[in-house]
């Protein structure tokens, strides 16, 4: 069997954060990820990415995933392995992992989850055609493998990864032919929204799909408006000759792991759907299971690089190998408040206050 | 269907290759995704559903919906998202559920 003092589950900004501030307070750490290269989603974000510093604000994520991956690689107390899926985490503190087609028990005294979030979908007729993507499928595509998903592109969502997608996909080479969004608002941020109008990408608020249309692949979309009760407006359909439907309608956190361990979790819509009890410091009702990063709930890339950390040196704590953690916990929470602050951060702030609760462990 | 140019990035290849799709020959990158390589030759219908035979493609592009299943070199199943590209793969629409070829 393999044994490590901390198992992270995840090589995305939270996962890789976690285990480097856990090696930087010398706990000896093994990340497993399911992706053949580290950075998680951050590989395919080509803009520069808000916040402070710290966070590498001014980075883009392509970047950032590079300058993780290399931290990554000079640590030498954190072993990675890539392609690697973890199955399951049981009573005695054995984590299942599959790799290169066989089943490897790992053995570990914490173990930190960081398994991300999946794309949501949506219903009208038609949302199952070809050419029907999830927003971070056409990043794949586009800026992971260079290939563009399509011609002419409707984006369903102003929030700002419809925008920022819409932006990539022009700077690809694709149409954009119009940004649809259900709210009566947009609700991306507007320096984002200001560049797709300079280069005159309709942003259509108040408007949904009413229907994809095509034989075998999406070849035409029906929009129609809807009203405040979100009901389609019968004579206000606009048709669009498109050949993919990008969804960018939000994410829902990726807890499997976390409900067959059997932290207690609770359903936070605010927050993207069932995230696990936690207190504080990342720890679950599992008191050797820390979560971090949009597993926990639904954030941005900036503050799973932070509830990473804090998540990383909470279990370092636990291990007894953190001596200063008070006060390296106060300066995590600190940058994460500063990102939660302001009206942008009011639905993320009102989810965590029914979610971080005392029921969880102490560390 | 390929970037040609792009402001941020360059894309960093394999060996171009020859594989098939539906026992015709087509070209792409070894190690990119199989899903990549279709998409670039204009493939997007991947498999039809089991129940009501729907087309499908794939949907998130990094092997968690499975809605991007099919049969390579024989074996159903292979979410080509994420499956890399090898020069001479068998790569076919799967059906339904597909068929384990199971010998023993």
Same mark, same amino acid.
């Given at each position: 069997? +393999?044994?490590?003092?901390?198992?992270?589950?995840?090589?995305?900004?939270?996962?890789? !954060?976690?285990? =480097?501030?856990?090696?930087?307070?010398?706990?000896?750490?093994?990340?497993?990820?399911?992706?053949?290269?580290?950075?998680?989603?951050?590989?395919?974000?080509? %803009?520069?990415?808000?916040? !402070?510093?710290?966070? %590498?604000?001014?980075?883009?994520?392509? %970047?950032?995933?590079?300058?993780?991956?290399?931290?990554?690689?000079?640590?030498?107390?954190?072993?990675?392995?890539?392609?690697?899926?973890?199955?399951?985490?049981?009573?005695?503190?054995?984590?299942?992992?599959?790799?290169?087609?066989?089943?490897?028990?790992? %053995?570990?005294?914490?173990?930190?989850?960081?398994?991300?979030?999946?794309?949501?979908?949506?219903? +009208?007729?038609?949302?199952?055609?070809?050419?029907?993507?999830?927003?971070?499928?056409?990043?794949?595509?586009?800026?992971?493998?260079?290939?563009?998903?399509?011609?002419?592109?409707?984006?369903?969502?102003?929030?700002?990864?419809?925008?920022?997608? !819409?932006?990539?996909?022009?700077?690809?080479?694709?149409?954009?032919?119009?940004?649809?969004?259900?709210?009566?608002?947009?609700?991306?941020?507007?320096?984002?929204?200001?560049? =797709?109008?300079?280069?005159?990408?309709?942003?259509?608020?108040?408007?949904?799909?009413?229907?994809?249309?095509?034989?075998?692949?999406?070849?035409?979309?029906?929009?129609?408006?809807?009203?405040?009760?979100?009901?389609?407006?019968?004579?206000?359909?606009?048709?669009?000759?498109?050949?993919?439907?990008?969804?960018?309608?939000?994410?829902?956190?990726?807890?499997? =792991?976390?409900?067959?361990?059997?932290?207690?979790?609770?359903?936070?819509?605010?927050?993207?759907?069932?995230?696990?009890?936690?207190?504080?410091?990342?720890?679950?009702?599992?008191?050797?299971?820390?979560?971090?990063?949009?597993?926990?709930?639904?954030?941005?890339?900036?503050?799973?690089?932070?509830?990473?950390?804090?998540?990383?040196?909470?279990?370092?704590?636990? =291990?007894?190998?953190?001596?200063? +953690?008070?006060?390296?916990?106060?300066?995590?929470?600190?940058?994460?408040?500063?990102?939660?602050?302001?009206?942008?951060?009011?639905?993320?702030?009102?989810?965590?206050?029914?979610?971080?609760?005392?029921?969880?462990?102490?560390? | 269907?390929?970037?040609?140019?792009?402001?941020?990035?360059?894309?960093?290849?394999?060996?171009?290759?020859?594989?098939?799709?539906?026992? /015709?020959?087509? /070209?792409?990158? /070894?190690? /990119?995704?199989?899903?990549?390589?279709?998409?670039?030759?204009?493939?997007? $219908?991947?498999?039809?559903?089991?129940?009501?035979?729907?087309?499908?493609?794939?949907? $998130?592009?990094?092997?968690?919906?499975?809605? $991007?299943?099919?049969?390579?070199?024989?074996?159903?199943?292979?979410?080509? $998202?994420?499956?890399?590209?090898?020069?001479?793969?068998?790569?076919?629409?799967?059906?339904?559920?597909?068929?384990?070829?199971?010998?023993?």
């Amino acid at each position: 069997m +393999f044994r490590t003092e901390l198992a992270v589950v995840g090589a995305g900004p939270a996962g890789l !954060s976690a285990a =480097l501030a856990a090696s930087e307070c010398g706990v000896d750490t093994l990340i497993v990820d399911n992706g053949s290269t580290p950075g998680g989603q951050l590989v395919k974000q080509t %803009h520069k990415f808000f916040g !402070s510093k710290a966070e %590498h604000a001014g980075t883009r994520g392509i %970047h950032i995933a590079r300058l993780l991956a290399g931290e990554l690689q000079r640590s030498p107390q954190v072993e990675y392995w890539s392609e690697s899926t973890a199955l399951g985490y049981y009573e005695d503190q054995v984590l299942l992992v599959e790799r290169e087609g066989r089943a490897h028990a790992v %053995h570990c005294d914490a173990l930190v989850v960081a398994t991300g979030a999946a794309e949501r979908h949506m219903v +009208f007729p038609g949302n199952d055609l070809p050419g029907v993507y999830g927003a971070g499928a056409v990043q794949t595509l586009m800026n992971v493998h260079g290939v563009k998903p399509g011609e002419r592109v409707l984006i369903v969502g102003a929030g700002n990864i419809g925008l920022i997608v !819409s932006y990539q996909l022009l700077q690809a080479g694709v149409r954009v032919a119009a940004v649809v969004e259900a709210s009566r608002y947009i609700g991306g941020y507007a320096v984002h929204a200001s560049k =797709l109008r300079r280069l005159s990408v309709p942003i259509l608020t108040s408007h949904t799909v009413k229907e994809a249309h095509g034989h075998e692949q999406v070849e035409r979309a029906t929009v129609w408006q809807i009203d405040e009760t979100f009901t389609g407006v019968p004579g206000t359909e606009i048709e669009f000759e498109v050949d993919v439907i990008c969804l960018a309608v939000g994410l829902s956190p990726v807890t499997d =792991l976390l409900c067959q361990i059997g932290c207690k979790m609770k359903y936070v819509p605010e927050l993207g759907g069932y995230v696990p009890i936690r207190n504080e410091n990342m720890q679950t009702t599992r008191s050797e299971v820390f979560v971090a990063g949009d597993a926990s709930g639904v954030e941005e890339g900036s503050s799973a690089m932070l509830t990473g950390r804090l998540a990383g040196y909470a279990a370092a704590a636990y =291990l007894g190998k953190c001596p200063d +953690f008070q006060n390296k916990r106060a300066e995590c929470q600190r940058a994460l408040d500063a990102l939660r602050a302001g009206p942008s951060g009011q639905k993320v702030r009102a989810g965590l206050s029914v979610v971080v609760s005392m029921e969880a462990g102490t560390c | 269907m390929r970037i040609e140019r792009h402001p941020i990035l360059t894309f960093t290849k394999g060996a171009k290759v020859q594989f098939y799709f539906e026992g /015709e020959p087509l /070209e792409g990158y /070894e190690g /990119e995704p199989i899903a990549a390589a279709l998409h670039a030759a204009g493939i997007r $219908c991947l498999r039809h559903s089991p129940v009501r035979n729907r087309p499908r493609g794939f949907f $998130c592009a990094i092997g968690n919906c499975s809605s $991007c299943l099919m049969v390579v070199d024989g074996v159903p199943n292979v979410r080509v $998202c994420v499956e890399k590209l090898r020069a001479g793969m068998d790569v076919r629409r799967q059906k339904g559920k597909g068929d384990l070829n199971v010998s023993d």
